[in-house]
């Protein structure tokens, strides 16, 4: 039978964790393991003062890599690469992680909020003092006269905050195993737990990073924003022309009217009217270009990069708890501009030489076009080839699969042109005469919006927020589209309200409710009061949902509330219903979908370096960089959904990129 064993570090590092991430941080030559706290099979904290000299015991060195111990801790991975730093690479698969437990079962992520939501009693709970103490022993301190211009604070300096600090750590360990064993009722599958390590090991594999390119692109970016600030001052007179404030008062004064903003909308609408002296014009141009020189992206890179120019730490397994998808960190790789600059080499190779005449000549506006090139930062490594494939309209395959809607499936099982077919349902035109060329192909763009905006109970707010007025659509003819979309996907609506129906039975009376290939149920465990309304998924993993009960929405009918981070990312209520409820099944199985894949990829040789949604990246060695068998692999069927119609496509390349 396995031993059990919890453990929290305490450590000390002057590289900063937020900014740099887990992987920098530990790299770095002057990390050290200050304490070590641990619990062997739940008995007593036992604290390991290294930081005085105290050694780890000979027995817990060999069970860090011993199978006949499994090892906890929240957050795992952090403790996994400290220890790996001095006892080499440890076994990924003996570990468990228990922030991503609670993530996995609808809690937040900290150990202290964690702690809160659970409702633990307050000897469980971490102690509230260890923010402080972290910032006394843990990070660089600034050199004064009064501390003796010491850069840090050791042991010796505060032996009564160190004693403090030794306690915050056991506390830690207590709170851990509170937390696992509130949890353990709701336990994460096998599957689920092996894509963890999975994750783990792509997230230490990391990416290379193009660091000629990224220098390049930060003094390119800081002279461009140089030189348009010293042409704003000249225009304007202003001190600071950057400044929302001072420039909207100038612009107001200069146009006669009072602007309540200075965003994005605003500046486009004023570029736009007739009638700007060249001062506003320019002025505006300039505060719109000033919008796309930030380099925060290359500076994100630039303090995370390793010492062997990889940047690592870029996925939070389970960032987004609602679905189970992964969350961007550091880089934020999911929300990287598009590349549509050609020649997309000659651009990269005139930023890494440091011409900005040459490519203003070549590609128009500098900012615009170091934006776009953040993407390629990410790079193959030596002798390697990038390759890329993403599945095509995954969300829109998924959730025709889950209702049944078969003339979507036919669509996807043949030509796979969704907007016309969508525009084609709705308006009873034959999908044959929605082409350029002809009159009907401006029906196109109707079915498009409809199929981005529609299919998750939205109506015409959706289609707006989805940029349906900009696309020529007026706003008079957009309750029709709502209207003809619906009809036309039955099934999809009729799965709106089935699964609000479930949800609403499952909480009002107990039990389980399946609605197609999903199974909503009321959980409770009577040992620890915890309450849920579960969603089991066809891949066998389940969405948690916790505390439900229904309330009484804006339109006097029953809602759906629970317990989870709200949009202001506290623990508090949230809404739902049954279209927002969809939306998670569907992103939970597309994300299904995608590690799957990815699982699928590792066994084959194919190393991930990060992925995006529906989209992954590998880089291999160019005479095994196959893109075919790499697509084949993403479409081959899943095992519990032999029938969703899958596919996929890509590219291969020295550089990431985004058409």
Known sequence: MAHHLSIDLETFSSVDLKKSGMFKYIESPDFQILLFAYSLDGEPVQVIDIAAGEIIPPWLVSALSDPGFIKHAYNAAFEWCGLSKYFGMLPVDQWRCTMFHGLYCGYTAGLEATGKALGLAADKQKLNSGKALIRYFCVPCRPTKTNGGRTRNLPHHDPDKWALFKEYNRQDVVTEMEIEKRLSAFPVPDFVQKEWETDLRINARGVMVDMNLVTGALTMGENARAALIEEAMKISGLDNPNSVKQLKDWLGAELDEELPALNKETVTRLLNRDGNSDAVQRMLE?????????????????????????????????????????????????????????????????????????????????????????????????????????????????????????????????????????????????????KKGNPEYALRQKGKVAE??????????????????????????????????????????????????????????????????????????????????????????????????????????????????????????????????????????????????????????????????????IDIPADHADLDTVVQIMRAPIPWAADLPLNADGWTGTFFRKD
């Not at 309304?533 to 629970?562: A, C, D, E, F, H």
Request: aromatic letters at 8%; hydrophobic letters at 40%.
């Open 286 to 434: 300039i505060r719109q270009e000033l919008g796309k020189t930030s380099t925060k992206k290359y500076d994100a890179i630039e303090a995370a990069v390793c010492s062997d120019g990889r940047v690592r730490g870029l996925l939070q397994f389970y960032g987004a708890n609602r679905t189970g998808r992964w969350a961007g960190r550091l880089v934020q790789v999911q929300n990287l501009p598009r590349t549509y600059t050609e020649p997309l080499s000659l651009a990269r190779d005139l930023v890494i030489n440091n011409q900005p005449d040459a490519l203003r000549l070549v590609c128009g506006s500098i900012s615009d076009t170091l934006s776009q090139l953040i993407r390629t930062s990410f790079v193959a490594s030596r002798n390697n080839l990038l390759v890329d494939a993403d599945f095509s309209a995954i969300e829109a395959r998924v959730i025709s699969w889950l209702a049944g809607e078969q003339w979507r499936l036919d669509v996807f099982r043949t030509h796979g042109k969704i907007y016309e077919a969508s525009a084609s349902q709705m308006f009873g035109v034959p999908i044959e005469k929605i």
């Open 452 to 617: 981005l905006a529609l299919g998750y109970q939205g109506s015409v707010g959706a289609l707006i927020q989805m940029g349906a007025l900009n696309m020529g659509l007026s706003e008079e003819e957009l309750p029709d589209i709502v209207s003809r979309w619906r009809e036309a996907n039955r099934r999809i609506r009729d799965l709106w309200y089935a699964i609000e129906n479930a949800a609403v039975r499952v909480i009002s009376e107990g039990g389980s409710v399946g609605v197609g290939c999903v199974l909503l149920s009321r959980e409770f465990d009577n040992s620890t009061g915890t309450d849920c309304m579960t969603i089991l998924l066809p891949s066998g993993r389940k969405l948690y949902y916790i505390n439900p009960k229904l309330g009484v929405n804006q339109w006097n009918k029953p809602s759906i509330v629970y317990m989870g981070v709200n949009d202001k990312n506290k623990w508090g209520e949230i809404e739902t219903y049954g279209g927002k409820l969809v939306e998670n099944i569907v992103q939970a199985i597309a994300r299904d979908c995608l590690a799957c894949a990815i699982e699928r990829l590792e066994a084959a040789g194919m190393p991930v370096v990060f992925h995006i949604h529906d989209e992954v990246v």
